[in-house]
């Protein structure tokens, strides 16, 4: 009956170091699915938060430009034609980037506003001096005031789908940390049951040779 139970250990503790193998081959494509998680994260920060808001301060300064010079010269709509396609360019290029759906709204009302902004321009240009076209003006002005306070709004909405996504970094480098330390303890663990048997079978073999020589 010993043989009996000696297979039913070794059974057992085969089963027990195959348990932990498994686990420790899981733990590491865990591990290697965050590390992907979080290297599309940090990539989707910095093409989808932090150009998208290089491109909102670039279009922001280009409306302040163009509202102070129609300030300082006292005609609105003296924008040349490079300066339009520069801000159409950084239009295009932001509109590439990933957009939530609050975003797209802002966006989509961003587009409307430079589109009035360009015929006020035009239109402005025909009716110099400004001084007979104060309505004109005014309107051009709360124009530039608009689309700088939706620029204002679309760089908000940056710092905090930032925050977001610098949160789930987090989270992703607390639960790698959490799966490193299991993996390291099962290893740990698996080390010291084969030393174990190792050493039980080297202590059963000098009993067997025993045997042999006695019969």
């Given at each position: ?146 689309s700088i306070a ?50 039980a079978k080297e ?13």
């Open positions: 009956m010993k043989w009996v139970f000696q297979i039913k250990h070794k059974l057992r503790a085969g089963l027990l170091l195959l348990v932990i193998i498994i686990t420790v081959l899981l733990c590491n494509i865990s591990i290697r699915q965050s590390f992907s998680t979080l290297d599309q994260t940090m990539t989707s920060l910095y093409n989808d938060r932090l150009m998208p808001a290089t491109y909102i301060f670039k279009m922001a300064d280009q409306v302040y430009a163009r509202q102070l010079k129609s300030l300082q010269t006292g005609v609105a709509g003296i924008t040349t034609q490079k300066q339009n396609d520069s801000l159409v360019h950084l239009m295009d290029v932001y509109a590439k980037t990933w957009l939530t759906e609050h975003e797209k709204a802002l966006f989509y009302t961003l587009q409307k506003l430079v589109v009035q902004m360009g015929k006020l321009e035009t239109e402005s240009l025909k009716s110099t001096p400004v001084q007979s076209a104060p309505e004109l003006q005014k309107e051009l002005n709360d124009t530039y005031m608009q939706v620029l204002d709004q679309l760089s908000e909405v940056q710092i905090k789908e930032g925050g977001v996504l610098q949160k789930d970094s987090k989270k992703v480098i607390a639960g790698t940390q959490i799966q490193s330390q299991l993996e390291i303890s099962l290893l740990v663990i698996l080390g010291i049951a084969a030393f174990v048997l190792i050493a202590k059963l073999i000098p009993k067997e040779r025993s045997r042999e020589w006695l019969n």
